[in-house]
């Protein structure tokens, strides 16, 4: 497996615990090719990944604001936004994969 590598940002006032939410979703976007908006519609009651969120030592986010960075058809990394509400998250995660 390759090293992992990343970054964040923090806006100034912005909640620390954030941080750790939006590294959270940038991965499970990258580790299961998914937006986590839609990671999180199908781990509900019934639905086929329910249960999810408590494996890889709780790592795995599944609500809005991570999404999948694709080249060429290939997943290469993950982008996750944490701070507002989850349809402001996935707003500015959409925004910033659309800047890519």
Same mark, same amino acid.
């Given at each position: ?26 991965? $499970?976007?990258?580790? /299961?090719? =998914? %937006? &986590?908006?839609?990671? !999180?519609?199908?781990?509900?009651? $019934?639905?086929?990944? /329910?249960? =999810? %969120? &408590?494996?890889?030592? !709780? ?42």
């Amino acid at each position: 497996m390759g090293a992992e590598h990343g970054s964040h940002v923090r806006q100034d006032g912005a909640w620390i615990g954030s941080v750790a939410i939006s590294i959270s979703k940038a991965w $499970t976007s990258k580790a /299961f090719d =998914i %937006q &986590t908006k839609d990671l !999180g519609d199908n781990s509900q009651p $019934t639905q086929q990944f /329910f249960g =999810i %969120q &408590t494996t890889n030592g !709780g790592r795995v986010a599944i609500f809005a604001g991570g999404v999948p960075l694709v080249r060429d058809g290939i997943v290469v990394g993950g982008l996750g936004v944490s701070g507002g509400s989850g349809e402001q998250d996935q707003s500015v995660a959409e925004a910033g994969l659309a800047a890519l």
